[in-house]
Nanobody
């Protein structure tokens, strides 16, 4: 069973940037990967996903200031967020997934423990 370990979270001021990393214990080459987040009192939501071929989807709430990338050689997926806002405060989780026949990301039951991102002045 794959293990996913997130890192790179922290406390930043509004307008700041962070780069999150997710390292997998096994090859991610054949899998889609995704970043999700959960703020206190809210449901977990998708932030960005990337398929094994590199197709990317970004949530509207972070579009224009967020990018996702992957390095299959390092079994690592990255999430870079700029112009961070207080509403970006959440625990960010990495997920290993797949892609449905209709091209949608499907979460497999492989999650990291998350990394906290706090945006505050």
């Amino acid at each position: 069973q794959v293990q996913l370990v997130e890192s790179g979270g922290g406390s930043v001021q509004p307008g700041g940037s962070l780069r999150l990393s997710c390292v997998a214990s096994e090859s991610i080459a054949r899998y889609a990967m995704g970043w999700f987040r959960q703020a206190p009192g809210k449901q977990r939501e998708v932030v960005a996903t990337i398929t094994y071929s590199g197709s990317i989807k970004i949530a509207d709430s972070v579009k224009g200031r967020t990018s996702i990338s992957r390095d299959n050689n390092k079994n690592t997926v990255y999430l870079e967020m700029n112009d961070l806002k207080p509403e970006d405060t959440a625990v960010y989780y990495c997920n290993q997934g797949t892609v449905t026949n209709t091209g949608n990301y499907y979460e497999l039951d492989y999650w990291g423990k998350g990394t906290q991102v706090t945006v505050s002045s």
